[in-house]
C-alpha cells in the first residue's frame, strides 16, 4: 500500500508526460485489484502509526498522502536486503507470526517461510514462527510485499511453554 502512494508522490515529480502515462497506467491496473474494506483498514493503520495523513482540497474532497515518516518506511525496505536489527539486550518477549495461507496460494506461504527462516526466526510449527527481539514493521513489509495480510496474524508473547529450547536456539540470557 505504502509503494501504491509513493507511486503517486513519483507521478507529482516526473517531469516526463510519458513516463508519468506510464507511472498511471500501472497505477490505474492495480487499483482494479484492490479490496476496498482492506484498503479503509491499512489507511486506518497507517494513519495510527502517522505514515499517512488526510488533507482536505479546496473543492471539500479528502487526499490521503504520505507523511514523511511514512515516504522514509517505503523507501526503507529492500526485500533481498531485509533484516530484523538486534538490540543491546533481549526484553524477554517473544515475537510470534501465525499464518495460514491457501493451497492456492503455496507459491506465497512457502516464500514467506523461507523469508521467515533467513531473518532468523524459529519454526515452532509449519505456519507459527517465532523470534526474540521487534520486527513488526519487517514482517508487516513481507506481509504487503506478498499481499497476503489476511492471512497472517503477530503477536507478543511474554511468556510461552518450553521457552528454553528457544533462549538456547537464540543464545539469550
Not at 43 to 68: A, H, M, P, Q
Not at 162 to 170: D, G, Q, T, Y
Amino acid at each position: 500500500m505504502l509503494l501504491l502512494l509513493t507511486a503517486g508522490i513519483t507521478l507529482g515529480f516526473s517531469g516526463s508526460p510519458r513516463a508519468s502515462r506510464r507511472i498511471f497506467n500501472a497505477v490505474k491496473r492495480e487499483w482494479k485489484y484492490i479490496d476496498r474494506q482492506y484498503l479503509y483498514r491499512v489507511i486506518k493503520e497507517f494513519r495510527e502509526e502517522r505514515l499517512v495523513d488526510y488533507r482536505e482540497n479546496d473543492d471539500g474532497s479528502v487526499r490521503i498522502v504520505l507523511t514523511e515518516k511514512g515516504r522514509k518506511k517505503a523507501l526503507e525496505f529492500k526485500i533481498d536486503e531485509i533484516e530484523i536489527k538486534e538490540p543491546g539486550y533481549w526484553d524477554k518477549k517473544w515475537r510470534v507470526v501465525i499464518f495460514d495461507i491457501p493451497e492456492k496460494r503455496r507459491g506465497l506461504r512457502d516464500a514467506l517461510r523461507e523469508k521467515l527462516k533467513h531473518l532468523g526466526f524459529f519454526k515452532l510449527q509449519e505456519s507459527v514462527f517465532v523470534h526474540p527481539f521487534p520486527c513488526f514493521n519487517e514482517i508487516n513489509f513481507l506481509v504487503e510485499f506478498f499481499q497476503i495480510r489476511r492471512y497472517v496474524r503477530m503477536g507478543e508473547l511474554t511468556k510461552l511453554t518450553n521457552e528454553e529450547e528457544l533462549i538456547l536456539h537464540f543464545n539469550l540470557d
